[in-house]
């Protein structure tokens, strides 16, 4: 096992890189919501009713 | 908005108050029973400890602080066996009784809590595939206008030429989502 990274410093480096991704996913959803239009992805949330 | 695992204390407030909310925009008590009952058999499935290919874990979306979801999250963990064969998968996203009813009369806040608790469920699913030792996520799109949004989302995630440690695909009615580096170290 190398010395010249410790667990620690490895797993900060992870989490550095998971924390990233998020952003990435993050903005990708804002962009997303923007060019669908809010209602139609709360529409598509929402129970689908059953017609009596 | 917060995405957390419910426990016997938040699944109890969250089907208390939903029921409340239920009675006052006539939907029927019986159906948020119905709606919330998959959480009281996988907390007693999780209780019990039964294992399985399978594992529904209920998690929800709440203000911060609170104990009482605005969303609830029907996560499922699929293990076969190795890191590569386990995947977290969000089947779906259900609204509080409340904010359904307000969000079909447009009321505009009530739209803008069901698109942050989506984001807060796909962001915080994304996140708890690691917890859950699964190095995917898969994202069920179950009508027709959730899987055009999803297409669209996999669209601006694919086109980030800053990140592209998120690698998106869709494979018939799910959005794949999984880190590059993952799928690296994997190999």
Known sequence: MSTQHP?????????????????????????????FEPQKLAAALREEKVAS | MEF?????ESYEATLDKWRSEAEQYDFFPE????????????????ESAVTSQQ????????QP??????ATCELVLSDRGSLS???LKLLKVTMSPEIEALSEEEDLAAIDTTIHAYRAATLGAYSARLEHAADTLKLFGRNAD??????MLMAFIQQDPEHSSIVASKQ????VLKSATTTEECL
């Not at chain 1, 990233?20 to 996913?25: I, K, N």
């Not at chain 2, 594992?55 to 709440?62: E, L, N, R, S």
């Not at chain 2, 959730?146 to 297409?151: D, E, V």
Request: proline share 1%; aromatic share 12%; charged share 25%.
């Open chain 1, 7 to 35: 667990t620690s410093a490895a797993f900060v480096r992870k989490m550095q890189q998971h924390s990233e991704e998020l952003r990435c996913l993050a903005r990708a959803f804002d962009q997303a919501v923007l060019a």
């Open chain 2, 4 to 8: 957390r695992q419910f426990d016997r």
């Open chain 2, 31 to 46: 159906e948020v029973e119905r709606k919330l009952c998959w959480i009281d058999n996988a907390l007693t499935t999780a």
């Open chain 2, 55 to 62: 594992t529904v874990i209920p998690y929800g979306v709440f």
């Open chain 2, 65 to 70: 602080g609170s104990i009482v979801a605005a």
């Open chain 2, 85 to 87: 064969d386990k995947w």
């Open chain 2, 146 to 151: 959730l899987q055009r949004f999803q297409i």
């Open chain 2, 172 to 175: 018939g009615r799910w959005l």
